[in-house]
């Protein structure tokens, strides 16, 4: 094995010394020098870190949380001494919702507590509820007239039990020589237009059938509604429920609920066990009607010709709420908050505007990033056809020619970091070929802290995809994935603990040094063709 | 890697072989053909561990839970047709004590949940209090006066932060043969004299502090005391705390917390921030007076002129109270319930009697199974020295001659199995080698499904070592580990799922047939010298 890792190393340092020095793509030791030395030395970003996720808390998108958090950020940039720091509106997003305390507990057949927390934008419970539990199947709308009549005063166990799945890799895992030698791999897209299709009738399946059980369990008095989190081990992943837009049924309290105590609960009914529960929630919508969320932006002005051309990087603020979301995006935010200021402390002074954005919304489908780049730089028209206008973008046709803002042509790049708090290991190219080697050589004089890997694979679901979408130069770091997927990922443990000191301050420094050599590059970033229409 | 493997099973079966050749035990195949079959395909084994678990819940030693389980035990034994089935006390445990359910909830600086569990034998709070949290250090009884006057209303943290610590294995191991052959060694013992005194002397001054702690903060007025599980990713860890003895101080209410919540509030404390928490739990005594506990007992009787002659096996019924008990040791008893059940029904007559004991008190020091023995077996001479009674039998230095009951001699082997569910890979012979050809002899049948090795070496901290520790023969399986302790021991997520019933069934055939063979054998299982004094 050590062999293969030999090679694999050799390959990939070759690679890099070779397009590095076909590119001739300057790099300004002395500033990445001065960059590491702030980064690593007078660290802040731990502090922001705590400030954010623990000072805060967790910041779903249109809490009153999220509202502190903005208000905090803009705090944080204008300390700095950050230009044009504010808050942008993206319209109708939908309600607030925060939640304090749950509990579930078994009445009979005897005494035990089980684990369980509320689902966003779900009802509260206004005090304790006690009833009977039921083990529904409801898998299309024609299941749920079985059920007619037998709900009223009903606590209702919406899923199937699940067997455990032994944990048979390791919690937390770094990447190696061979990991990142398959990332190199791009692997040619199947034909996908008929999956489309499918995928549209599908998701529309899911929201149609979700829409009537949350209306049905309330016309038939169910008291509540429980999940069984998809994580084991006692961890509860308890993302959204109900609905958030106005006007629409957010059905019964809805709660996530351990594996471990969902199918014990699940057993007993098999059995044809009587279990009672008493259930609380103390969750609550904060506003009646929809509202505008906001994303935070601050600038470091460009100077000379090329200062109303911009470099942008980000990271989404908003937050699930049954943790404080410290892997997901506090570090990605606490790292882009620290880029900038590493800039400022240093002294940069960037050809063209650097500019962050700390964006909204991330969390229900990119909408702060997206609603940015459509009123800023370029949208598709929006569609005509009432049935594609509410798709999610993710799902829409982009039908007619794209309509750029004069800004579009003055934009070179935005990046991005979402992928838990693991350290930068490289960059996804995207599928931009020309900045690979540009990537190359601003990565190189971090290869001794293991950011070493340009590949051209796209990666997807974080914000850089809303910049992408409408062709223009948008990247997301390849990260250390840590216990991101396996522990902290939309669950209960996304807290500041799982979170590396080390790891921040390494992708502080290469985000700053990054965006700064865009900033200072003769020429804006090449972009790729603009993807098929 | 591939080689090694190779070679140490081929060594492992060369052993094997050899063994069984030159002991020329014999082995009832028919017999171990008949008991496979029924273990296999008509096992019990999950229906009983569900009843346990599920039906009746955890069984903390004299709790009503564990009455309980002794009366479901002692059904189930007379179900089958065994026989003398009856429980036996182990007189002045302690008291009973059950909980069902706790809530901790941060009210300022900001709303959050935090999950914690009570400790045993600590009381409830009769209802919600509220107060601040505070941090203290009690290294020493001298620390203690630092805090009087500064605890009254308050919740007190009693241990430090933690860092996390990441899961770098699988959670979830089996053995190999390359950690089956490692087993193989044994370690010559180190001289452990000095080190007796010392751990004497570090016992005394834990117990000492503990309960300097726990009147301490009842004349103080704290409202209640939280420590930090020993577990990450979420995992309560909470075992004993107060006192199970009537008339000592039982202190605060005291609840074990998970490490991301605890190290949460313990930053903030350390930030200077006024931390308040809302606590409840619904704790309580269920004696006021030190009570008996109990083991249950069942037989199938021998027949012919060894019929007083006794094989037994046995595990421990008590468990924690945070869980359902099921890996610790709810598996142990299914399986040794299921082996008694599966002699039965392949209509065994041994020579010697089978005796199946469930255990209570294990988990507070080998209490039940220890009592057992000097009621039936052997015993020494309780010491004169008050101090020396006073101390854990695992730290008493036996002093006086053995005292041997008839029983003594008539006594062959007892089998134990309480290392978690995972099934059975071997056997430890405990430095009885004169044993060690005959268990290769009796596993032979059972390379197959993995269990292939006999060591020598000694395993502890289980109800065999009450046997051992007089110089019978007793012995502890050794087992895969499975997730015990990365998930499962002592903790919150002890749970019917997380054992696997394969496991459960290969492990109860083999306890069947080596049982079997036990009381069927020409001669008792050969003694180890006794100990030294």
């Not at 300004?28 to 030395?41: C, G, K, N, T, W």
């Not at 066990?273 to 932006?297: H, K």
């Not at 709420?321 to 908050?337: E, K, Y």
């Amino acid at each position: 094995m050590l062999k293969r890792y030999l090679l694999a190393a050799c390959t990939a340092f070759m690679l890099l010394g070779t397009a590095a020095a076909q590119s001739t793509e300057p790099v300004d030791l002395d500033m990445v020098s001065r960059i590491r030395q702030e980064a690593f030395h007078h660290s802040q970003v731990m502090q922001t870190l705590g400030e954010l996720t623990e000072g805060i808390g967790p910041r779903l998108t249109n809490s009153p949380a999220m509202d502190k958090a903005n208000a905090w950020a803009r705090g944080k940039f204008e300390g700095w001494g950050l230009a044009n720091v504010h808050d942008e509106a993206f319209e109708d997003f939908g309600r607030g919702w925060e939640f304090s305390q749950a509990s579930v507990e078994m009445l009979a057949p005897r005494a035990l507590p089980l684990f369980a927390l509320p689902k966003a934008w779900t009802p509260g419970t206004d005090g304790p509820v006690e009833g009977e539990a039921i083990a529904v199947a409801f898998k299309t709308k024609a299941d749920l007239e079985k059920y007619a009549g037998k709900l009223r005063g009903r606590i209702v166990f919406l899923d199937e039990l699940r067997a455990y799945k032994p944990g048979t890799e390791a919690d937390f895992q770094r990447h190696d020589e061979a990991s990142l030698e398959d990332l190199q791999e791009f692997a040619v897209p199947a034909d996908r237009r008929d999956d489309r299709a499918r995928r549209i009738k599908e998701y529309r399946e899911r929201q149609d059938l979700a829409q009537a059980v949350r209306r049905f369990l309330v016309e038939q008095g169910a008291l509540a509604a429980i999940s069984i989190s998809d994580r084991d081990n006692g961890i509860v992943r308890a993302t959204g429920g109900g609905s958030r837009k106005a006007g629409e049924a957010v059905g019964v309290p809805e709660l996530g609920m351990i594996a471990e105590h969902y199918n014990q609960v699940m057993r007993a009914l098999e059995e044809g066990q009587s279990v009672r529960l008493r259930l609380q929630a103390d969750s609550r919508f904060t506003t009646a009607e929809d509202r505008a969320g906001y994303n935070t932006l601050a600038e470091i002005p460009g100077s000379g010709p090329r200062a109303n051309e911009v470099v942008m990087l980000g990271a989404h603020m908003d937050s699930w709420h049954t943790a404080t979301g410290a892997a997901d995006n506090g570090a990605g935010v606490a790292v882009m908050m620290e880029a900038m200021r590493i800039l400022k402390a240093v002294g940069a002074r960037p050809r063209r505007t650097i500019r962050v954005a700390l964006w909204s919304g991330e969390e229900q489908g990119l909408v702060g990033s997206g609603d940015y780049v459509a009123q800023h730089l370029a949208a598709y028209p929006q569609p005509s056809d009432p049935a594609q206008k509410d798709l999610p973008s993710f799902l829409r046709e982009n039908r007619g020619a794209l309509q750029r803002k004069p800004a579009y042509d003055r934009f070179s790049a935005y990046f991005n970091l979402d992928n838990g708090s693991g350290r930068i290991r490289g960059i996804y190219a995207q599928e931009n070929l020309a900045a690979m080697p540009i990537f190359e050589a601003w990565l190189k004089p971090f290869a001794d802290v293991g950011a070493t890997v340009v590949v051209s694979r796209n990666t997807g679901s974080t914000d850089h995809i809303s910049f992408d979408r409408v062709g223009l130069p948008g990247f997301q770091f390849v990260q250390d994935r840590l216990d991101y997927s396996t522990n902290v990922h939309h669950t209960n443990l996304d807290t500041y603990d799982h979170v590396s000191p080390e790891d921040m301050k390494q992708a502080a420094a290469i985000v700053a040094s990054v965006v700064y050599h865009a900033a200072m590059r003769e020429q804006k970033l090449p972009r790729k063709a603009l993807p098929a229409q």
